[in-house]
Nanobody, 120 residues
Framework: VQLQASGGGLVQAGGSLRLSCAAS????????MAWYRRAPNKERELVAT???????HYADSVQGRFTIFRNIAKNTVYLQMNNLEPEDTAVYYC???????????????WGQGTLVTVSS
């Protein structure tokens, strides 16, 4: 299993970025995918999740500004980030919770981080 995250960069406050996470998951199905972030000197926090029914959940701090969505055919999840704030500066990580056919055990995988820097 491989998760390849991309799309980070430097943007001014009020700007937008779109993160992508392409998953190579041969032999697995997706239970859910998510974006987390870790800001300097802070704990990792959940940003947004999307499950196999396309139900989404967002952290209060990004509700209304960020949108998580996916392309099932490409096994790719995206995070559209609008109206970015300096407080959104962090390394963003994608996560995938996967299932093997007929099994209930959840396998959790992480991609490498992608840095988002929002200047004021």
């Amino acid at each position: 299993v491989q998760l390849q995250a991309s799309g980070g960069g430097l943007v001014q406050a009020g700007g937008s970025l779109r993160l992508s996470c392409a998953a190579s998951i041969s032999g697995f199905s997706v239970k859910s995918m998510a974006w987390y972030r870790r800001a300097p000197n802070k704990e990792r926090e959940l940003v947004a999740t999307i499950n196999d029914n396309a139900a989404t959940h967002y952290a209060d701090s990004v509700q209304g500004r960020f949108t998580i969505f996916r392309n099932i055919a490409k096994n790719t999840v995206y995070l559209q980030m609008n109206n970015l704030e300096p407080e959104d500066t962090a390394v963003y990580y994608c996560n995938a919770d996967l299932l093997r056919p007929g099994r209930s055990f959840v396998y959790s995988y992480w991609g490498q981080g992608t840095l988002v820097t929002v200047s004021s």
